[in-house]
């Protein structure tokens, strides 16, 4: 694994994003009794995925609480997916765009699934408390 510096030097947190500026992109198209209801919820959950990724990557000291954020950025995901089912079972997107959000979020829930299962390989070293 070669380091990075920041979280969003991360893979899955770029993927995030771009799920996100997709999903933003789509939902401009639902109708507009939908702002407050579907509008807002796929987007919120979307959104959280690259949150929760950030805040993991700021808990790296402690392990399982790295793992507890990635395991949140995971449900969003998951979230999102229900939300993408919704808007096309009402035909707000067609299947094409459904198919390429799932698979976006396939791709991110094997990332996170990969990061959770090397989370010490991301985490912090503890001080050492030799002179």
């Not at 950030?54 to 229900?82: C, M, P």
Request: hydrophobic share 35%; charged share 25%.
């Amino acid at each position: 694994m070669a380091y990075v510096a920041n979280f969003r030097e991360l893979e899955v947190y770029k993927a995030s994003r771009l799920l996100a500026e997709a999903i933003y992109s789509a939902s401009k198209k639902f109708p507009r009794e939908e702002m407050y209801s579907l509008t807002d919820q796929i987007r919120r959950s979307s959104r959280s995925v690259g949150g929760q990724i950030a805040e993991a990557w700021g808990k790296r000291r402690y392990v399982n609480h790295f793992i507890s954020k990635l395991t949140d950025a995971d449900g969003e995901q998951y979230e999102t997916q229900h939300w993408i089912e919704i808007a096309s079972d009402c035909n707000y997107i067609n299947q094409e765009e459904a198919a390429e959000f799932f698979r976006q979020c396939s791709s991110i829930g094997r990332m996170l699934h990969s990061m959770i299962a090397k989370a010490d390989q991301f985490c912090l070293k503890p001080e050492s408390t030799e002179h």
